[in-house]
């Protein structure tokens, strides 16, 4: 609950995980009404499943209605240059605000790491893939302008 009041502070309450694909919905209250904040999902619950150089890499994504990232929250990885790559605050915080409209190249739009390429490439199309499968279930056309 600590990570996803993370991605939406705002929020009142979210919901059970489920649906297709696997997300959590946040809400708020507006208008004296239950509206949707966003959606949070697992980039290791959706396919195809990327991985690191050592394995997947665990990170909850944030996205508002309108497919912009609210957040990402990297929570385990096993990766040899975790501590220069993936670990530090900085490699999430570049994807809040972006929209999965962007291309998320790294070196062009996504910070790279030298000696991390493989983690963060990988890292990186977790995020854009499973924020692009969860748009296209979840949102409508006329929400995501």
Request: net charge positive; proline share 8%.
């Amino acid at each position: 609950l600590a990570e996803l009041k993370q991605l939406f502070p705002s929020a009142l309450s979210f919901s059970p995980k489920g649906g297709q694909p696997p997300h959590i919905t946040a809400y708020v209250n507006s208008a004296g009404a239950q509206a949707v904040a966003g959606y949070a999902f697992w980039t290791t619950e959706l396919e195809p499943l990327e991985r690191g150089y050592h394995g997947p890499i665990k990170i909850l994504v944030g996205m508002d209605p309108k497919g912009i990232l609210a957040g990402v929250i990297v929570v385990e990885n096993h990766e040899p240059y975790g501590n220069f790559s993936v670990e530090p605050p900085q490699f999430a915080a570049q994807f809040k605000g972006k929209d999965i409209r962007d291309a998320f190249k790294v070196g062009r739009d996504v910070d790279a790491v030298s000696r991390a390429s493989i983690s963060i490439e990988s890292a990186t199309r977790a995020i854009r893939n499973s924020a692009r499968r969860v748009a296209r279930e979840l949102l409508t056309p006329d929400t995501q302008k």
